[in-house]
RNA sequence: GUCCCCAUCGUCUAGUCGGCCUAGGACACCAGCCUUUCACGUUGGUAACAGGGGUUCGAAUCCCCUUGGGGAUGCCA
């Protein structure tokens, strides 16, 4: 049977890394094995909800390349995808687990379960609700409703029948003990319920087969195998991603850095680059490649290479992975790429010319954004160097004799490019005695301004012979 | 506090039935080469099986303990 897996988000904010990884995974999981995609929004606690982020999180999934089959916008046959629309649904289901007697109504205070938990981390016990309402007479119940008193439904973990186990896809069996599980509350106050409920509904009513998440769901896993048990359903079988981490090994946070899939977008990283570098945290193809596009990731893609350390989030390897995708397009669509990060300067130019500079200056781009930095010594004429060990260099005799017979050798030419700079260079040599070193680097720096940069030759072809002469010329004159 | 997960170079990782591992690749770093220049490229180098016990002819690989890190412990997801 094909699977159908899931990525479920809660719209309270922007797409986190974590999750286009977790999403990624799934995609990858679905794609290879001609199976479905499900996207669905986990919006039941209403004091997070935030404003346009569901529109926010399906952009930046869209971005990446990442493809639902079933979801909000594409629809399907098991929806609602979003949560708040099936409140009935999961009402029905509560009521039925409390008729069953394995879920019960509890009505203590926010007060009285902190008092509780502090008591049990002062006597070194596991901290979890001790069951009192458990234990409330049917009568006393219904006492208690009928006085309009606030309550929680909660599920009932049995502690007669032994330890619970789970069979994780990637990590093996993990075994709990009852006494540390949680009498989790399943339907809240305000009747909306809880993420454990829900998502063991709607993963079920979807026909979810294949659960793939992040690994701190693997503590509440228990529970979500009970309420299976007790609806009398065959669960999915679980995978329980690594997580990802910041330098300091703590789970990946905003705080220490950029963690929104749009912030990297917007820094200049390709999707290619970003999709690239979060698959491979976490999963490795068995050989030595590492550049993939996503297509490449569909046929390579197995959970069983899937390992389970955590994985660094390392800046750096992300922005070498950038660029060897930058180095991947054609220059037509780095062009198009690069387009939002283009200064004005540049905007104004022909795009014949504009072309070029990107051409001689693209090997170089770690991010998009960083064009216009690449793009400011054909730009700007009229900056000055400042650097005062450069400025030096270009004062020396030996570089005032290097331009001196430049002027001289270039003025007698029709035009100066790429094909002649060299020879041009080389007469310059013998005239004034200079080489190496000694010869280009202030040759560039008159040139540029700038010390680091495309090849001279290149530059020159761009510039042309009048330009040339004249930055030549100011460097001579430089005091 | 309690429970769970994890543990190979600084980082991502290979090592999937223990022998082919004097532990391989990549990023970063350093050096050489290339280009009469920086960069690009290229070649090479530094660098790891957390510690201790077992099991075995043989362990990075299996078991136990210790240590370290992380996660969960919410009427958040």
Known sequence: MAPRVRFAPSPTGFLHVGGLRTCLFNFLFARSLGGKLILRFEDTDQSRKVEGAEENLIRS??????????????????????????LELYRQHVDQLVDAGHAYPCFCSEEELTEMREQQLKRKQPTRYDGRCRRLQPGEVTEKLDAGMPYVVRMKIIHSKGDYYIDDQVRGQVRFAPSQ????????????????????????LMQITDVIRGEEWLPSTPKHLQLYEYFGWEPPKFYHLPLLLNPDRSKLSKRQGDVATEDFRDKGYLKEGLVNFVALLGWNPGDEREIFSM?????EFSMSRVGKAGS?????????????????????????????????????????????????????????????????????????????????????????????????????????????????????????????KALWVPMRLAITLVEHGPELPLVADIFGKERCVHMVQRALEAQ
């Open 181 to 204: 599980i949680d009498d989790q509350v399943i339907l809240k106050t305000d009747g909306f319920p809880t993420y454990h409920l829900a998502s063991v509904v709607d993963d079920h």
């Open 61 to 86: 999934l869209e971005w990446a390349g990442i493809t639902f089959d079933e979801g909000p916008t594409q629809g399907g046959e098991l929806g609602p995808y979003v949560q708040s629309e099936r």
């Open 312 to 436: 660094v989030f390392d800046l750096q390897k992300l922005g070498w992975m950038n660029q060897q995708h930058i180095k991947l397009k054609s220059l037509e669509e780095l062009m198009e790429l690069l387009a939002p990060y283009l200064p004005e300067a540049a905007k104004a130019l022909p795009a014949e010319q504009l072309a070029k500079m990107v051409e001689v200056s693209r090997d170089s781009l770690v991010l998009l954004s960083d064009i216009a930095d690449r793009l400011e010594l054909f730009l700007n004429d009229q900056a000055q160097v400042k650097d005062p060990a450069l400025l030096a260099t270009i004062k020396t005799e030996e570089s005032k004799a290097v331009y001196r017979a430049f002027l001289e050798e270039v003025a007698s030419l029709e035009q100066l490019n790429a094909e002649n700079f060299g020879q041009v260079m080389k007469a310059v040599q013998k005239a004034s005695g200079q080489k190496g």
């Open 295 to 299: 297509d490449e990731l569909v046929k």
